[in-house]
T-cell receptor, first 114, second 115 residues
Framework: DSGVTQTPKHLITATGQRVTLRCSPR?????VYWYQQSLDQGLQFLIQ???????AKGNILERFSAQQFPDLHSELNLSSLELGDSALYFC?????????????FGEGSRLTVL | AQKITQTQPGMFVQEKEAVTLDCTYD???????LFWYKQPSSGEMIFLIY??????QNATEGRYSLNFQKARKSANLVISASQLGDSAMYFC????????????FGKGNQVVVIP
């Protein structure tokens, strides 16, 4: 158990809909990262937050947004969903962006768009 | 440009044998970190081992060791005494620079351990 909690574990929805994925980082970790894993693109970095502030953006679509709340949990919002958004979405956390070690990953939220 | 390259096809390994998974990377930074993660069929990402670019010794963690060849920009994972539970996808990842803990991942290597 990495200590990172993601909900929901599975989500099935239709095209055009909007979903919210939630992540609670490990106790004490201030930095949260979102990754998307799909068959064709592999593991892609989406966005990073540190202590409530956006720190870095990767290949995140404009239809997607995220935030980190004062209690440090984070939410990833996916809107106007398309079939190609079906993927496994991971949240990871670390103590801070300068931490030299590994990221701790949650178990992922598997999104299926029909 | 792809920063992490993992090109081996799926591998079948006999139980108790060793297996080497190849990873090459591309960076112009002097300071970087290399990681290996395991993803079993259940989907979670499990951290295995870390090598810093300035570490002179190859990293080891139990049955996992990292064969770090800096000049060749390779960071191969060696799993010794394979177990059935080692069947999984294995991902090589890199952190570039300092003050930034974002990881770039390779496409992964599939390993199946057979009894």
């Amino acid at each position: 158990d990495s200590g990172v909690t993601q909900t929901p574990k599975h989500l099935i929805t239709a095209t055009g809909q909007r979903v919210t994925l939630r992540c609670s980082p490990r106790s004490g970790d201030l930095s949260v990262y979102w990754y998307q894993q799909s068959l064709d693109q592999g593991l892609q970095f989406l966005i990073q937050y540190y202590n409530g502030e956006e720190r870095a953006k990767g290949n995140i679509l404009e239809r997607f947004s995220a935030q980190q709340f004062p209690d440090l949990h984070s939410e990833l919002n996916l809107s106007s969903l398309e079939l190609g958004d079906s993927a496994l979405y991971f949240c990871a956390s670390s103590v801070d962006p300068g931490y030299d070690g590994e990221l701790f990953f949650g178990e992922g939220s598997r999104l299926t768009v029909l | 440009a792809q920063k992490i390259t993992q090109t081996q096809p799926g591998m079948f390994v006999q139980e108790k044998e060793a297996v080497t998974l190849d990873c090459t990377y591309d960076t112009s930074d002097q300071s970087y970190g290399l990681f290996w993660y395991k993803q079993p069929s259940s989907g979670e990402m499990i951290f295995l081992i870390y090598q810093g670019s300035y570490d002179e010794q190859n990293a080891t963690e139990g049955r996992y060791s990292l064969n770090f060849q800096k000049a060749r920009k390779s960071a191969n994972l060696v799993i010794s005494a394979s177990q059935l539970g080692d069947s999984a996808m294995y991902f090589c990842a890199m952190r570039e620079g300092y003050g930034n803990n974002r990881l770039a991942f390779g496409k992964g290597n599939q390993v199946v351990v057979i009894p």
